[in-house]
């Protein structure tokens, strides 16, 4: 006898929390358990989910015979397949495909992971909107190659990103060393190249998601203009219809691109001041910066994990009608300046922030007394946690998100 399983795949950025998310919605709702596959499982991995197996995620046929090997050596029966990294989606779909599961394409979704891939893809496109830009991109060896992008797009900038995706919007060309810090952080897999593309001036940055039938934009706000990491996030957007329909049909239209299915997307995209678009990098996986946490405050009657749940195993999608009952946001905490966490900060903040009550959702920190810290933040692993609300409207949950980062930053003792 075998036990029904969802295959989830992963990578450093899978947290234990969303796991036993998802563990606990599938043995609620499908009686069925988690499997958790990725490079280098930890001891959190090991604690939150029963069956883990470890592979290098390459999707190959002796990895697809491991993975399902291990499987039936558990007693279980993968009826479903997660992919929770850009990664992983290779593997994925090839693990979806063997077994006849909903997925997307195979072929198609490794423009998904790869940049250079998804560029060639785009600019082929038979039909694309008049507002959706496609900008110039190629892949460089060189800083003098990188130099000579640069020269040739100007007077727009551009910036440099490793090929595979997971780069953000990369560093600028211009100074000595940008081929190097293109490729540092996130640290890309042996081998990667880099990509140039245009970046076009005055850009905004949105997060399109879908799950299951379901869309929304996010609002992104990157870290002093850094065009790597974003600093914070809320949903919904505060946009005007026009602009909203703009922004979804790109993330839909870069998810088209790379296979999509109808199961779950997130597509990083611009919006240029003439109100025209442009993607900066799709993924066939879910946002990693609490985008569905933040959907569920903002849309109560919308549960993400089980949408997905329900899509990977049936292939059926919600199309549910959601209301929106507040706005939710996320902002990460910064260390004022460098040096080492000399005071625990956690007994202080349920006082410093009592008074922002019952909008305050979440306050998480990610660094222990003791820890190094640092204001240069050029990972994601430099933040210090994060804190999450909602309230009734866009300004108050931005104030809010303001307030209670500044006075946990000012509260922190750090020699």
């Known amino acids: 006898m075998t036990t029904a399983a969802f295959l989830v795949i992963g990578d450093a950025r899978t947290r234990a929390g969303e796991l ?6 599938a043995r609620e709702l499908h009686d069925a358990e988690l499997i958790l596959c990725k490079e280098q499982l930890g001891h959190e991995d090991r604690g939150a989910v029963r069956h883990c197996v470890e592979s290098d995620l390459e999707p190959s046929a002796t990895t697809l015979a491991s993975v399902l090997a291990f499987a039936r050596r558990r007693g279980l029966n993968i009826t479903g397949v997660l992919p929770h990294c850009d990664t992983g989606v290779a593997l994925a779909t090839m693990i979806a495909d063997r077994l006849e599961l909903p997925a997307a394409d195979p072929v198609r979704a490794t423009a998904a992971v790869c940049g250079s891939t998804y560029r ?15 900008p110039a991109a190629r892949e460089v060896r060189d800083e003098p190659e990188a130099q000579a992008f640069r020269d040739a797009v100007a007077p727009a900038e551009a910036r440099l990103r490793p090929v595979v995706t997971g780069g953000g919007a990369g560093v600028r060309a211009g100074a000595a060393g940008t081929m190097r810090g ?18 076009p001036a005055g850009a905004r940055f949105y997060g399109v998601d879908h799950v299951a039938g379901f869309a929304w934009v996010t609002e992104q706000e990157l870290l002093d203009g850094s065009g790597r990491l974003v600093r914070q996030q809320i949903v919904p957007a505060p946009l005007d219809a ?4 703009r922004l979804l049909h790109t993330g839909f239209t870069a998810a088209e691109v790379c296979g999509f299915d109808g199961s779950v997307f997130h597509a990083d995209v611009l919006r240029l001041p003439d ?42 999608p919600a199309f549910g009608v959601f209301d929106q009952r507040a706005v939710a946001g996320i902002r990460r905490v910064r260390a004022p300046r460098d040096g080492v966490l000399s005071a625990a900060p ?9 008074e922002h009550d019952p909008y305050l959702r979440e306050v998480s920190f990610t660094k222990r007394l003791g820890d190094r810290v640092t204001r240069d933040i050029t990972h994601e692993d430099d933040f210090l946690g994060h804190v999450i609300c909602a309230t009734p409207t866009y300004d108050q949950t931005r104030q809010t998100l303001l307030d209670c980062t500044r006075r946990i930053e000012d509260a922190l003792e750090i020699s």
């Open 275 to 316: 109100g025209s678009t442009s993607v900066l990098a799709p993924a066939l996986r879910p946002d990693r910066l609490g985008g569905w946490q933040l959907a569920s405050l903002a849309f109560p009657d919308l549960d993400p994990w089980e949408q997905w749940l329900q899509y990977a195993c049936e292939g059926t």
């Open 20 to 25: 036993r998310r998802l563990q606990t919605h």
């Open 182 to 199: 293109a490729l540092s952080r996130p640290a890309p897999r042996p081998g990667t190249t880099v990509i140039a593309e245009e970046f």
């Open 346 to 354: 956690y007994p202080r903040v349920s006082r410093l922030l009592d």
């Open 120 to 134: 060639r893809a785009e600019a082929e496109l038979p039909a694309r909107p008049a507002f959706l830009r496609a």
């Open 242 to 245: 026009q602009a909203e329909a």
